[in-house]
């Protein structure tokens, strides 16, 4: 175990890329446990408000990137400072992320359907970094052998292919695949093969003139929500807790209506 870590991780310079996802992980969970007993009023925990004005974790979440960050690029080759900065980035990040649905609407989303968006983030960023820990790169250039890699007509190419399926997967209104599509490209080509989801530019551009593909795709997206929308809602009420449900839930959260407008059933 000790020689695969370092031979994975310490010698191609991963350990603080380590560091800063622990962090960040770490940083999301402890946030989502306090912010959870204060919404329950159990705890010695309570919001931070000064002058009558509530500070979200989001501020200090920015500095604390920002420290990080610059401090990262700053260490240059001193380990040591490197590590420090990389948990000071995850940990920054973790805040911020945390409240990514409040940054997106402008509002305090934090306990509404609305705020599932930062738990989704969260999980996609953890994904994402765990496959670049496992050794892979940004658009599958990682597949090429090093004669491929010499060889730069073959490596434009591939990355000018690889791009255009995450391309495609991203209009067709796909944007988890299109975005774990840039680290595994098996994930965009399916994307891009599928058909589009309702509404997506994609389908509004292409499937305009084509009522059946029309058709099609939104039976097939009304069956794909019906099926993963309930172990979602459940994963994301684990991880960030539920939402208030005396709001109405966010359109887009909702399961997509079969052709023939038949409405879909309230959970």
């Known amino acids: 175990m000790g020689h695969w870590f370092t031979r994975n991780i310490v010698e191609p310079g991963k350990l603080p890329l380590l560091v800063a996802l ?36 989001v501020v200090p979440g920015v500095v ?61 960023t953890t994904a994402l970094l ?13 597949a090429l052998t090093p004669e491929e890699r010499q060889n ?33 490209p098996l994930v965009a080509v399916i994307g891009a093969l599928r058909l589009a989801r309702p509404g997506s530019l994609w389908s509004r551009r292409v499937y305009r003139r084509r009522p059946r593909a029309r058709a099609r795709a939104g039976l097939r997206a009304y069956h794909h929500d019906r099926r993963w929308a309930r172990l979602s809602r459940r994963l994301h009420d684990l991880i960030g807790g539920a939402p208030d449900r005396l709001l109405s839930p966010e359109p887009g959260e909702r399961p997509a209506e079969p052709p023939g407008g038949r409405p879909d059933e309230r959970r």
């Open 64 to 124: 604390l990137t920002l420290v990080g960050g610059f401090g990262g690029i700053g260490a240059g080759r001193h380990e040591a400072a490197a590590i420090v900065c990389a948990v000071l980035f995850g940990i920054g990040a973790g805040l911020v992320l945390d409240e990514f649905a409040l940054i997106l609407h402008l509002d305090d989303v934090y306990w509404t359907e609305e705020g599932r968006k930062s738990v989704e983030v969260v999980v996609l």
């Open 152 to 184: 730069r007509a073959s490596l434009a190419l591939s990355l000018g292919v690889n791009f255009l399926f995450v391309l495609i997967a991203l209009l067709k209104g796909k944007f988890r695949m299109a975005v774990i599509g840039t680290l595994v």
């Open 22 to 57: 622990a962090s960040f992980v770490l940083t999301f969970l402890v946030t989502r446990t306090v912010t959870r007993l204060i919404r329950a009023g159990k705890g010695p925990f309570r919001n931070v408000t000064t002058g009558g004005l509530h500070i979200h974790h």
């Open 130 to 142: 765990l496959l670049v820990l496992g050794g892979n790169s940004p658009l599958g250039v990682d």
